[in-house]
């Protein structure tokens, strides 16, 4: 019997998904599913959906519960984490300290004045999971969900000896849009996809090993295409190369769509995916949920029918690579950058093709990317490396500078107007950084 911990696993919607997937695999059917959590609310709901999953796959599998995390980890074959540090009425912070000073951000959680204080909150409780898992459960393949991807796993991966890699579903997501944009079976599409998490680029996409660029730049030309993710298509126009994560998200990584309100309004407000790039998106989507999340969750548990077939996250599939049947399945994943993409920085974090086996995860070398996107990741991974590295050390300074030469905010404000930003930041969160307090 295999044994999958989920850390954080009150994460409702990513912790069903992940065990209904898990479930799926025969070499997984009869495994010890442990969740663990530190809400107790959440921990029951959630040990009830997975019961509920059980019974309509007809498995094997034995769900366990706890709110001690050495009891979940202890000899876990794989481990999930899914946490959120500080709760909402924290992280709003992250949004709106930025709008009072005219940084206006859609979602924060990946990189900026946003992603990088969610990375010092969360930073500190991502190496206790990990130091614990090096000590419960030292084999263990590690998958992270939990956002600023990036920042996270680069920190662990040179802080602790277990083996971990962070997931995104834009990837593949944004894979099966192109081909549905393009009108072609998914089955046939072949990709390279290299860059930073959110912000990969498909250095090849093809359809039976054709190039299937030129039909993408004529697909744009349909308005309902173009109008569905204004932000990216804008960038692939200008850069040559679409990008993974959505406009929403990608209009807060660069200096071009969200400097002005009138390049907000042109670009951000009016297209027709799922987030085109709102202010303050995310955070009015998590308040809502501060009052109605029961009820969703009380609703899907009084289903008579559940939903067991596989979905498409890489989760399950890595696992049942390295320690289910050994099918070796390539995804991608965000690993340290050691010889694998030769013009971004050594040792920070990437995202690149992996290949999990039975020998366990392999990072694929991609060689150098186009100038354009390597110039654009590189700002980005740089203000992530020294974010990571005022963190480690405690220095203020280098998140002041972290943040000082982000895109973004560089291209709205001034130096005295980022430090003050800053500074407002710091002591908003200053009872979840007991890093700086050194």
């Known amino acids: 019997m295999k044994k999958i911990a989920f850390i954080g696993a009150g994460s409702f919607g990513f912790t069903r998904t992940l065990v209904r997937d898990i479930l799926s695999f025969p070499a997984f059917a009869d495994a ?16 009830k959906a997975c019961k509920k999953i059980v019974e309509a796959g007809k498995y094997p599998a034995k769900i366990t519960a706890t709110m001690n995390r050495a009891e979940a980890l202890q000899g ?7 946490i959120l540090s500080g709760g909402v009425k924290i992280w709003r912070y992250d949004v709106e300290i930025p709008k009072k000073y005219g940084v206006d951000i859609n979602v924060g959680d990946t990189r900026g004045p946003s992603g990088i204080f969610r990375y010092l909150r969360t930073v500190n409780d991502m190496l206790d999971i990990c130091r614990d ?25 040179g802080e602790c000896k277990c083996s971990v890699t962070g997931l995104c579903h834009s990837v593949q997501g944004t894979a099966e849009m192109l081909a ?49 993710e204004q932000v990216r298509n804008e960038m692939f126009y200008a850069l040559g190369y ?12 660069n200096a071009w769509f969200r400097k002005r309100p009138d390049l907000i309004e042109k670009y951000c407000t009016h297209g027709t995916g799922w987030n085109p790039g709102h ?16 009820d969703s969750i009380k609703e899907w548990l009084a289903k008579d029918e559940v939903d067991i077939t596989r979905g498409h996250e890489y989760a399950a599939w890595i696992f ?17 950058n050691f010889g694998l993409i030769d013009d971004l920085p050594e040792g920070c974090c990437v995202e690149v093709p992996v290949v999990a086996s039975k020998a366990g995860l392999r990072a694929m070398h991609v060689g150098k990317l186009p100038a354009q996107l390597a110039l654009l990741n590189n700002i980005s991974s740089r203000c992530e490396e020294m974010a990571i590295e005022g963190s480690l050390t405690g220095n203020r300074e280098m998140i002041y500078h972290a943040i000082l030469f982000d895109p973004l905010t560089s291209a709205v404000l001034g130096t005295r107007e980022i430090r003050s930003m800053v500074d407002e930041m710091f002591a908003a969160n200053e009872a979840y950084l007991p890093q700086f307090k050194k």
């Open 180 to 228: 549905k944009w393009i009108g072609a079976d998914f089955k046939d599409v072949t990709y390279l996809c290299a860059g930073i998490n959110h912000q990969a680029f498909y250095l090849d996409y093809k359809v039976n090993g054709v190039d299937a660029y030129p039909r993408i730049r004529a697909a744009l030309e349909k308005p309902e295409i173009y109008n569905a």
């Open 279 to 294: 202010y303050g998106y995310i955070l009015n989507e998590y308040l809502k949920r501060e009052d109605d999340w029961e």
């Open 76 to 82: 876990a074959d794989g481990v999930l984490i899914t």
């Open 32 to 47: 010890e599913i442990a969740l663990m959590d530190i809400n107790p609310k959440r921990l029951e709901y959630i040990e």
């Open 133 to 157: 898992v090096d000590k419960y459960c030292p084999n263990a393949i590690v998958l992270n969900y939990t956002n600023p991807m990036a920042m996270l796993c680069r920190t662990v991966q």
């Open 242 to 253: 679409y990008v993974t994560e959505s406009s929403g998200h990608n209009s807060e990584y």
């Open 320 to 336: 049942n690579a390295v320690f289910g049947d050994n099918t070796m399945y390539e995804f991608n994943g965000n690993v340290r």
